[in-house]
């Protein structure tokens, strides 16, 4: 089945410690998005790729980087994790024609020691 | 600029009893509008969806939603809950490309 996966499912890191999160989708689609979702608190969008075109929402942190080698894989980057950012991190697709219609992965909650 | 309201945070309801969850949204140009379900560590599924055409919208397990413009409302109902049916729910507007708008989420929980 067409699906959005990301890997791990599960990540501790150490406070200020590196982290890369990754997100991969055989569904094709043109556009790729990180959301940061704390508890009982809706999706924040992060940024989004539209094909390579990067977009970044104004409230991002610098401390927040993205890549996306292909259109299959999209990367998150933390270069300093802080203890405010332990959250789910959720990435989605939608094509470029039905943009709207979102398709999530099943997300990586992140724990920041 | 556009917005999303979910009126109730948390909706406790016994098995079996209907149940309504309500979103009311704001938006300056006209808008697409979701429900999404969240289980526990999970991502967002998609519930169901108003594009166009009938106000009235079902989704395969029984939930259903009515778009009134008037009142800009886009609410989730169902008959007849199962303990299954306990999880978040996200209402959301569509109508920028690129970018959806999500309420806080409604924590449905179903009790025997």
């Known amino acids: 089945d067409a699906m959005v996966i990301q890997n791990p499912r599960y990540q501790v890191t150490q406070f200020g410690k590196p982290v890369t999160l990754s997100c991969s989708q055989t569904l094709n689609h043109n556009v790729m998005y990180w959301y940061q979702q704390k508890s009982s608190q809706a999706p924040k969008l992060l940024f989004h790729?539209?094909?390579?075109?990067?977009?970044n929402e104004a409230d991002t942190p610098d401390n927040f980087q993205s890549r996306r080698p292909n259109t299959s894989f999209c990367f998150l980057d933390i270069r300093s994790p802080g203890l405010g950012d332990a959250a789910m991190y959720l990435c989605?697709?939608?094509?470029?024609?039905?943009?709207?219609?979102?398709?999530f992965g099943p997300g990586t909650r992140l724990t920041v020691t | 600029a556009q917005s999303v309201t979910q009126l109730d945070s948390q909706v406790p309801v016994f098995e079996e009893a209907p149940v309504e969850l309500r979103c009311n949204y704001s938006?300056?140009?006209?808008?697409?509008l979701f429900w999404y379900v969240q289980y526990p560590n999970q991502g967002l599924q998609l519930l169901l969806k108003?594009?166009?055409?009938?106000?009235l919208v079902e989704s395969i397990n029984g939930f259903e939603a009515e778009f009134n413009k008037s009142q800009t409302s886009f609410h989730l109902r169902k008959p007849s809950v199962h303990i299954s049916d306990t999880a978040e729910y996200f209402c959301?507007?569509?109508?920028?490309?690129?970018?959806?708008?999500f309420g806080d989420g409604t924590t449905l929980t179903v009790k025997p």
């Open positions: 108003y594009l166009s055409g009938s106000t």
């Open positions: 938006s300056s140009v006209s808008v697409y």
């Open positions: 959301a507007v569509a109508a920028n490309a690129g970018k959806s708008t």
């Open positions: 989605a697709t939608s094509h470029r024609d039905t943009y709207y219609e979102q398709y």
């Open positions: 790729y539209y094909d390579k075109d990067f977009n």
